[in-house]
């Protein structure tokens, strides 16, 4: 059974199969590396969603299993005059905007030609005009069925994106993204569009995962090196492709290392290629010269006592090291040799996390979040303070300094002057994964293990507020939001965090305003919650198997608990009477109860109807699925508000939507822009949006309907 991503092995009493090697334990329990493909015991500290272990017999299993399809079939029939049409739903949505990003050293924050900046998030690269606050991306486009089955011809990234670089003229841009089959995609900075069908550079599938951890282009375009890390095999190896024909020019391998910065002299007629080791060593290669042969020069870091973390050249083919001392070594090519160009420069205390050369200026940046400016001399000629943080990218055009921070968030800096300058938030981020959200009139909320809850205005696509969810003296591992709920009257934003607390906060404008800190209602997380229709109850599913009914009319006081399943409770859905509620947990459990008496409902109700599909085993639903009962690969389920399409989030972070009801056999039209699972999607604004949360990918990606133009016949007379 897969749940989650997680292949769950079990000792069945049948033997051993011919792929599977059972535990020996009896209930024992395996988790997957998709990466490694290595199977390992699950850790006590894993999060809910990474240690999904199902603790019931086969017995259980099967007989949750009968009764699934027991009330399948009994909601068959009370639907039997509704018509399920398999064709694909009539409608498209476009990703209009992504708020977020999961920042890498490796991944640069750029400006283009046209004064827009390029970055990616995800498995996408994306392009923004910060004055119009407009995206367009490489990437987030719908699947057909032929790229669904044939991953060969796949044009667009369909996991992390790992390492990222921009040419000199900064019209080119290349992202890599890691894995079995790693593969490089060339493309334009200015149209976000491939350069031509061909300018794809893809690896021969291997048996152990590859990580791509830094590329770069050579000074004219022609050749990009790839610096990749080999973790099974404790190696790293650096690559040199031609461009124009996507061939291996050159190979080279350092055991027990990886590479965490590469980049080309930037000098005239120069193709010499400078690479900085995880050990702090400097390697410069010359992987063009005599067909392939090359020269080596090692500078041992122990040598002088530092370890270099950054390099930038500037276009006299002086190259900058930075160090985790704070100094800055400018050195230069002598002879195939590195030496000294001029003495050491202590710049900060800190490390130098982040080097830019441009505008005929060094831009550096530190964790203490302060930028300096240098001349080609090491001498300082500006020193400029923005906001705490660890500076990961930076950026020089004009007068205007892009930055990037190791939580995700992009800053602008204006120069007036060396002593005066000003900062604009060109976007915000949450710094780790983000599984809670919802949305109404007022905007989208989601909260994350950052420990920050964010709501974000739809229309104007900016941050509009942000607070802690738990001061930071008192916060721990246990009070990490899981879900979140909007009240349907009053916008009351109700959080459920993983201790079993439920917090309510006064609404999306007003997220400071705390009105219950700390509703202890579980000793295990709060997994979903739910209000009525009617805005009495609050209903909470909980990591224990239990849906907790909570009064909001009486300060949200428990009023009753429902045994639902002992696993936890992934879904609940209210009827429109708000006298009845829907639950699902896994593995194939849904049960029916009335709110008043708190007890199971044998039969389901003929008129009852439902504001929401969550679970994913009832009637209109079974069309997601390639197996019939593989939930576990589904992660979030949802209708829109007009009941004509049902969506669905899943492990392969595919946003995938089906006319309502579906069926088995159902066409779906399917969407990419995650990198991970998506751990949550709502509808919004009558439909006219989509939002979808991409758990450890970091990011909240908004969904435009697009709008379709109908053209009728028109019978012409002469």
């Known amino acids: 059974r897969r749940v989650h991503g997680i292949f769950i092995l079990k000792n069945m009493g049948c033997g051993k199969s011919n792929n599977v090697v059972t535990p020996q334990a009896t209930s024992a329990t395996l988790k997957l590396n998709k990466k490694t493909g290595a199977f390992k015991e699950p850790k006590s500290n894993d999060r809910p ?264 050249y500037n276009f006299n083919g002086i190259c900058y090291f930075g160090c985790t001392k704070g100094q800055l070594h400018p050195w230069r090519e002598l002879n195939g040799k590195m030496v000294r160009h001029l003495p050491p420069v202590n710049v900060c205390k800190g490390p130098i996390t982040a080097l830019a050369f441009t505008c005929e200026l060094l831009v550096i940046g530190s964790n203490d979040g302060i930028v300096y400016l240098y001349d080609n001399l090491g001498n300082k000629v500006g020193e400029f303070a923005t906001e705490p943080g660890t500076i990961t990218s930076l950026d020089m055009q004009k007068r205007r300094i892009l930055i990037g921070y190791s939580d995700g968030r992009i800053r602008g800096l204006t120069l007036t002057s060396m002593t005066d300058f000003s900062t604009r938030c060109i976007m915000d981020s949450h710094a780790d994964e983000v599984h809670a959200l919802d949305v109404n009139k007022d905007g989208i909320v989601s909260a994350g293990y950052d420990n920050k809850v964010i709501s974000w205005d739809i229309g104007l696509k900016i941050k509009a507020f942000s607070e802690p969810i738990i001061q930071e003296t008192s916060k721990n591992d246990t009070q990490v939001p899981r879900s979140i709920a909007i009240h349907p009257v009053s916008g009351a934003i109700a959080m459920g965090l993983k201790s079993g607390v439920i917090q309510i906060r006064y609404g999306a404008l007003y997220l400071s305003k705390v009105l219950y800190p700390n509703l202890k209602v579980s000793t295990k997380g709060i997994e979903f919650l739910a209000y009525s229709p009617n805005g009495d109850y609050l209903a909470a599913g909980s990591l224990d198997g239990n849906i907790y009914i909570l009064d909001c009319k009486s300060d949200y006081v428990v009023k009753g608990k429902i045994l639902a399943h002992p696993n936890y409770i992934a879904g609940i859905d209210w009827a429109t009477n708000s006298k009845f509620i829907r639950a699902y947990s896994l593995p194939c459990k849904v049960t029916i109860c009335e709110v008043d008496t708190f007890k199971e409902v044998t039969e389901v109700p003929k008129d009852i109807e439902w504001t929401n599909v969550s679970a994913r085993i009832v009637f209109g639903v079974e069309g997601i699925f390639s197996h019939k009962y593989d939930e576990g690969y589904i992660n979030t389920v949802s209708t829109s508000q007009a009941k004509k399409i049902i969506a669905a989030g899943d492990e392969d972070g595919l946003l995938r939507i089906y006319r309502y009801p579906s069926k088995e056999g159902s066409a779906g039209k399917h969407y990419r822009g995650h990198a991970c699972e998506v751990s949550k999607l709502v509808f919004a604004e009558s439909d006219s949006y989509i939002i979808t949360a991409g758990g450890s990918d970091r990011c909240v990606m908004q969904w435009k309907k697009k709008q379709l133009h109908h053209f009728k016949k028109i019978r012409i007379l002469f």
């Open 49 to 312: 969603e990474n240690d999904m272990t199902l603790t019931k017999l086969a017995e259980d299993e099967k007989k949750d299993k009968i009764l699934a399809a027991a009330y399948e079939d009994t909601e068959r029939k009370n639907n039997e005059s509704v018509s399920v049409v398999l064709q694909e739903p009539d409608v498209d949505y476009d990703l209009e905007h992504v708020y977020g990003r999961k920042s890498r050293s490796s991944c640069k924050v750029m400006y283009t030609p046209k004064g827009e900046i390029v970055y990616t998030s995800a498995a996408l690269g994306i392009i923004m005009n910060i004055q119009e606050n407009n995206q367009k991306f490489f990437g987030g486009k719908g699947y057909s069925k032929a790229a669904l089955k044939n991953p060969t011809i796949w044009s667009q990234h369909n996991n992390e994106i790992t390492a990222f670089c921009v040419s000199v003229n900064l019209e080119v841009a290349a992202s890599a993204q890691s894995g079995k089959t790693p593969i490089i995609y060339i493309w334009s900075t200015l149209t976000g569009a491939l350069l031509s069908p061909e300018s794809i550079i893809k690896y021969k599938e291997n048996d152990k995962a590859i990580e791509i951890t830094a590329i770069g282009f050579s000074t004219n375009c022609d050749y990009i090196a790839v610096g990749e890390c080999h973790k099974q095999e404790k190696c790293a190896i650096i690559r040199c492709f031609e461009l124009k024909t996507c061939a291996e020019v050159f190979q080279k391998k350092y055991d027990g290392v990886t590479v965490t910065a590469l980049e080309w002299n930037k000098s005239r007629n120069c193709n010499t290629l400078c690479t900085i080791l995880s050990t702090g060593e400097i390697k410069l290669l010359d992987p063009l010269s005599q067909k392939g042969k090359f020269e080596l020069v090692v500078y041992e870091s122990a040598s002088c006592k530092t370890h270099f973390t950054s390099l930038a």
